[in-house]
């Protein structure tokens, strides 16, 4: 398994063949991500090898694992594609678009026979809340090791994994990957304890799939990338920098060590490990990757001069000659709002849009009761994101469907919001086609008309239902109590409970049933 950046691997099995996972190049989301350590210095003979596989997986359809431009520009497009089994066709649009003909359509948890003793596995989680249509982990079985690549994908049921057999090896996301709590306007103090609570869900989850899992070596990969513009600067972990929600992977590594756990490997692009059944990992670096670690600000200054001219480009895209704005959002949104009353209930508020300007400003009101937008004329409401005009044009010029993919995950705008988080807002950012809104209209009434399991597990002092109100996780396996005995934190996406009433202390609309044990 070679590291090729971020969540990229390059997999080549017993009998030579090989698998290109996630290659991800340029920098995406608005010039705010790029990967790191960096992987824009490979070797060419690498690159070709990772450009010209025998097969080419892509986990899901967020740009720093589908670079639509690396794919469409140096990719071998006769490379067959093994395409996840999400609900709708925007990922292997996606796909064909980049330039591939060859799709292999996979099921859900069935084994694909790619001949010879080797077999591909392909694990959906399709929720909105699981990204852009849907996340995907990817099992090679060459008849001799077992690789599981999780990825960012949040995975629920192990079981379903682990029946095949032991995994070797897995790589993992440990680090943040989302804009929460950064954007968020909040006070420093506030936001140093949101910080620290989102590094130790992201900790938290990754360990529960180590402990679980139990793999021969643990690879923390698919993050953090790293921030380049000044503007986003201090979203690098750093010293001096404020607390961020993308450490490096040392820091899983030593938290990993100090529970026991010496199978980390910490790796950078052009890595390779070796796995045998009888023998321990070998490992060669191409790049040693504890100097990067040990003098990161200095690897990034570097890193930012060569790509100055890039980033200076990037700015001057941004922004679009639309003749009115607001009614261009307006005649986009209005009909995506009428066929979408349950989620529009959920949502619950007004949302406000700020788009910043020297020249023209625009407050944009999306009047969630209503179902309009229009000007905002001082209504009140309960979600306000202050966003640079210029970025709003650009995303609507582009007809983006999925503005948490498109500008959200830039890190690009602030935000503010009543109460706690909800779901639902993002839910409709992220379903800005007919299709898309069907959908998460759909999994709304599906939400509502789901009775919790009758199940009940042992917690602490509780009684607890066993299945997680936000996505059913078996709260047997990912639950963990706090030490206070009564807040269970759900560890697949970090959400807490007070078991004392149920309260959801994450989200508004969410209880979970317990009662205490007699
Ligand atoms: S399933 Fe998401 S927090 Fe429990």
Not at 11 to 31: A, H, M
Not at 40 to 65: F, G, K, N, T
Not at 89 to 112: H, M, N, Q, S
Not at 470 to 480: M, V
Request: aromatic residues 10%.
């Amino acid at each position: 398994m070679t590291s090729i950046g971020h969540a990229g691997i390059l997999v080549e099995t017993r009998d030579g063949r090989t698998i290109t996972c996630d290659p991800w190049f340029w920098p995406q989301y608005l010039g705010a991500w790029f990967v790191f350590p960096r992987n824009d210095r490979l070797p060419p003979e690498l690159m070709q090898r990772i450009a010209a596989p025998d097969y080419l997986y892509v986990s899901h359809l967020h740009a720093d694992h589908l670079d639509a431009r690396f794919l469409a520009e140096s990719f071998d497009h006769s490379t067959p594609v093994l395409i996840p089994d999400f609900p709708n066709r925007d990922f292997a649009d996606a796909i064909r678009r980049a330039g591939f003909t060859t799709l292999i359509e996979t099921e859900d948890g069935k084994p694909v026979d790619l001949g010879d003793g080797l077999t591909v596995t392909i694990h959906v989680e399709a929720a909105l809340s699981d990204g852009p249509q849907g996340d995907s982990a990817l099992v090679v079985d060459d008849g001799e090791q077992r690789l599981l690549n999780l990825n960012d994908c949040r995975l629920a049921d192990l079981d379903v994994v682990l029946r095949d057999g032991p995994i070797d090896a897995l790589w993992l996301q440990y680090s943040g990957a989302i804009w929460y709590p950064l954007v968020y306007e909040v006070g420093a103090d506030e936001m140093t304890r949101l910080v620290q609570a989102k590094v130790e869900s992201q900790f938290a989850r990754a360990e529960r799939y180590v402990h679980d899992i139990r793999p021969r070596v643990v690879v923390p990969s698919a993050g953090p990338p790293c921030f380049l513009d000044r503007d986003l600067w201090p979203a690098n972990d750093l010293p001096g920098n404020p607390p961020s929600i993308f450490p490096d992977a040392p820091r899983f590594e030593d938290r990993l060590a100090a529970q026991g756990v010496r199978t980390a490997i910490v790796v950078a692009p052009g890595s390779t490990i070796e796995l045998s059944p009888d023998t321990d990992a070998h490992v060669e670096h191409l790049t040693d990757p504890a100097p990067i670690f040990a003098d990161k600000e200095r690897y990034l200054l570097t890193y930012q001069a060569d790509w100055a001219p890039w980033l200076e480009a990037e700015h001057a895209r941004w922004g679009a000659d639309i003749p009115n704005l607001l009614w261009a959002i307006r005649d986009r949104w209005e009909p995506l709002l009428a066929i979408a009353p349950n989620l529009r209930k959920a949502i619950g508020a007004g949302i406000l849009l700020r788009l910043t300007s020297d020249t023209a400003p625009l407050d944009v009101f999306v009047d969630i009761a209503r179902g309009e937008v229009r000007a905002w004329r001082g209504e009140p409401y309960g979600f306000r994101f202050t966003i640079d005009r210029r970025l709003v044009e650009t995303v609507v010029a582009e007809g983006a469907i999925d503005w948490s993919n498109s500008l959200f995950l830039s890190l690009r705008f602030s935000a503010w919001r009543v109460g706690g988080y909800n779901e639902a807002v993002y839910s409709f950012f992220k379903s800005l086609s007919p299709e898309r809104m069907r959908r998460a209209e759909a999994e709304i009434d599906d939400e509502s008309a789901a009775s919790s399991s009758p199940d009940e597990i042992l917690i602490g002092d509780y009684l607890v239902e066993r299945y997680c109100p936000h996505r059913k996780a078996d709260l047997a396996a990912f639950g963990q109590l706090g030490a206070d005995g009564c807040t269970l934190t759900c560890q697949l996406h970090g959400w807490q409970f007070d078991l004392r009433d149920g309260r959801c202390l994450t989200s508004d609309d969410r209880t979970i049933r317990t009662r205490p044990a007699e």
